[in-house]
Nanobody, 121 residues
Framework: VQLVESGGGLVQAGDSLRLSCVASGRSFSRYSMGWFRQAPGKEREFVAVIRGTTYYAESVKGRFTISRDNSKNMVSLQMNSLKYEDTAVYYC??????????????????WGQGTQVTVSS
């Protein structure tokens, strides 16, 4: 599975961005799809994941929405009310692990190359 993210950019605090991740290959629907982010000098951290249900990090709950379209092999992350602290490289990942593991980056089988999101204060 190859994953390609798009949609990052430079925005001001309070603005919105929509990230997309397109997967190649078959059996996209069998994967849980997650978004993680990594700021300079920090570890990659969980943002959101979609399986049959969705899970969010507390820091983005109510502002970000993850969705998927299996017919297009696509997962998206709608980010509203962006804050300076949302600045990071955002990665999408695919995993076949279960509910507990899919919040942890080490359990992901495939990753995209990342897309930069920069929020100016």
């Amino acid at each position: 599975v190859q994953l390609v993210e798009s949609g990052g950019g430079l925005v001001q605090a309070g603005d919105s961005l929509r990230l997309s991740c397109v997967a190649s290959g078959r059996s996209f629907s069998r994967y849980s799809m997650g978004w993680f982010r990594q700021a300079p000098g920090k570890e990659r951290e969980f943002v959101a994941v979609i399986r049959g249900t969705t899970y969010y990090a507390e820091s983005v709950k109510g502002r970000f929405t993850i969705s998927r379209d299996n017919s297009k092999n696509m997962v998206s992350l709608q980010m509203n009310s962006l804050k300076y602290e949302d600045t990071a490289v955002y990665y999408c990942g695919a995993t076949t692990w279960g509910t507990s593991e899919m919040l942890n980056a080490q359990y992901y089988d495939y990753w995209g190359q990342g897309t930069q999101v920069t929020v100016s204060s």
